[in-house]
C-alpha cells in the first residue's frame, strides 16, 4: 500500500484538510477491499508474548484467547482502568481470561509502558481501537494523534527483535485525520509496513465499549476498520 496516500493533516486549514482526508479514505478503503487477509493475531501469541492495552471490558483479548489457534499463555491483557473501575462485563471477562491461563492486568497506561508487570519484551503489542474520548487539539494535533504517538513510541522499546506493534481503528475520514497514524509512526520513529482489513463478526463475543458512553461509539455507525502494523525504523 501507498502510504502517501495518507495525507498528514493540519487541522489549521480545515476545510482544505477536510477534503484531503475524505479523498484519502476513499483510496484507503478501495486498497483494503482488495485484501483477502486479515492480521493474524492467533499466530503472534504461538510466537511469544502479546501484550494487549486499552482492553476496555477485555472482550477481545477473551475472544482471542479463546480462538483454537491461539496461545493464551502468551496474552496479557491490560486496561487503563482499575479493576474496581471496570464494568460489569469487564469483570466476568477479567475471570474468564484468568480461566484460559491469560494474565489480566489493571492500572496500564498505554501512553508509558514502564511498569514492571509488564513483560520485558513482546512479540505483539497491541491497541484496539484507542480512543481518549475528547476532541481537543493542541498545536494542530489531536489527542488521539497524542495519544498514538506516545504508544508507539512507549512500544518500541518493549519489542523482541522480530516484534509488531498494531494499532486497529475505525474506518472514516474523522478517524484517518485525527489519528494520522503515519505522522505518529513518523514521530515515533517507527514505520507502517501494511495496513489490513478487521472484522469484528470475525471475533465471537468481542463487544465494543466507548470511551465515554457504550451507546454512542463510532462502531455503531460505521462497519469498515483496518489494522495498522508498525515496526521500529531500521528492524
Known amino acids: ?15 482544505a484538510a477536510d477534503n484531503e482526508v475524505a479523498i484519502a479514505f476513499q483510496r484507503l478503503v478501495a486498497l483494503l477491499e ?15 508474548p502479546c501484550l ?26 491490560s486496561t487503563y482502568e482499575s ?25 496500564i497506561d498505554a501512553r508509558h509502558l514502564e ?3 509488564l513483560p520485558s519484551r513482546a512479540e505483539l ?3 484496539q481501537f484507542p480512543n481518549t474520548g475528547t476532541r481537543r487539539s493542541v498545536h494542530g494535533r489531536t489527542d488521539n494523534h497524542v495519544l498514538v504517538r506516545r504508544f508507539l513510541n512507549s512500544a ?16 472514516n475520514p474523522h478517524h484517518l485525520g485525527a489519528f494520522d497514524l503515519p505522522a505518529a509512526a513518523q514521530w515515533a520513529e517507527c514505520e507502517v509496513i501494511e495496513v489490513l ?17 457504550a451507546n454512542e461509539s463510532a462502531l455503531g455507525k460505521y462497519r469498515s476498520c483496518s489494522t495498522w502494523i508498525f515496526r521500529p525504523v531500521g528492524r
Do not use: C
Open 1 to 15: 500500500m501507498n502510504f502517501s496516500l495518507v495525507p498528514s493533516v493540519v487541522l489549521a486549514d480545515q476545510s
Open 34 to 48: 482488495l485484501k483477502r487477509r486479515t492480521f493474524d493475531f492467533p499466530a503472534m501469541t504461538r510466537r511469544g
Open 52 to 77: 494487549f492495552v486499552g482492553e476496555g471490558d477485555l472482550s477481545f483479548s477473551l475472544a482471542l484467547a479463546r480462538h483454537p489457534k491461539s496461545q493464551a499463555a502468551h496474552i496479557v491483557a
Open 83 to 107: 479493576q474496581r473501575a471496570l464494568s460489569p462485563s469487564g469483570r466476568l471477562n477479567a475471570l474468564a481470561l484468568a480461566d484460559t491461563g491469560a494474565k489480566v492486568l489493571h492500572d
Open 115 to 117: 511498569d514492571a508487570r
Open 125 to 127: 503489542i497491541a491497541f
Open 156 to 171: 518500541r522499546s518493549r519489542l523482541t527483535g522480530s516484534g509488531l506493534i498494531v494499532v486497529t481503528i475505525v474506518n
Open 197 to 213: 482489513p478487521f472484522y469484528r463478526s470475525a471475533w465471537s463475543g468481542y463487544g465494543h465499549v466507548n470511551t465515554n458512553n
